[in-house]
């Protein structure tokens, strides 16, 4: 009798998936590297009129970067996903495309595709 307790308890937990799942609710654009790219470059064109002249370069470099990146159209693609616990939250997604709805886990700051749990009753 004490075998069939563990055997239907061990079985209980394989059964038990998770209820709640990660959804990407919309597709947003990511300007990362624009920024990153005009930051740089603002810096050190901003760097002849010393240290403040740096700082003050690469925040309108950044500022320009970020609009050249969206007028010419090469943003990168980034996600709204809504998490298990109902906040939003934004991951970039440089290598794979998801559609609207589809359910997906957060590792880091990038999404992965929701691999369906198998249960022992699925196996038999």
């Known amino acids: 009798m004490n075998k069939f307790g563990i055997l239907a308890l061990t079985l209980g937990l394989l059964t038990i998936g998770s209820v709640n799942a990660d959804e990407i609710v919309s597709e947003a654009k990511d300007q990362t590297s624009g920024k990153a790219t ?6 050190m064109i901003g760097a002849v009129g010393g240290p403040i002249g740096a700082l003050v370069g690469a925040g309108v470099g950044a500022l320009f970067g970020d609009s050249a990146q ?14 298990d616990s109902g906040e939003l939250k934004t991951v970039r ?3 794979r495309v998801f559609a609207v709805g589809d359910k997906v886990e957060i590792r880091g700051n990038r999404p992965y595709p929701k691999k369906p749990k198998t249960t022992a009753l699925a196996l038999l």
């Open 70 to 83: 969206d007028v010419t159209g090469t943003s990168d693609r980034a996600y709204v996903v809504r998490t």
């Open 38 to 43: 005009g930051g740089m470059s603002g810096m």
């Open 93 to 95: 997604s440089p290598n």
